[in-house]
């Protein structure tokens, strides 16, 4: 696993966290979010890799283009997970958590 795909999969997590979920960040303040409250493990820049990448392939995200971010309200692109799950429309990509061998 590389440190990049480590990095993704955090992301993720922090998106499960109970409080986390519903809510929407735009970039800035996600990289922000997971700087402060994610794990020490992954570097700012990492992080910073780990949210671009998201944002172009969400896999199991979502990208929202109508919503406001959570932190600083400004309704551009944000990421984040829908509050209902049972939509099960894209496929998981190749970092998918199952496949570690
Ligand atoms: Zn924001």
Redesign the pocket.
Known sequence: MTFDVFARVELERFFCRREEFGKF??K???VQQLSRRGTRKVSGDAWTAATEEAFLRPGRLRVSSGRP??????LGL?LGVERLDAEVGDQPTDWSLGSVA
């Open positions: 960040y735009c800035a303040c996600l971010c959570e932190i600083c309200k400004e944000s």
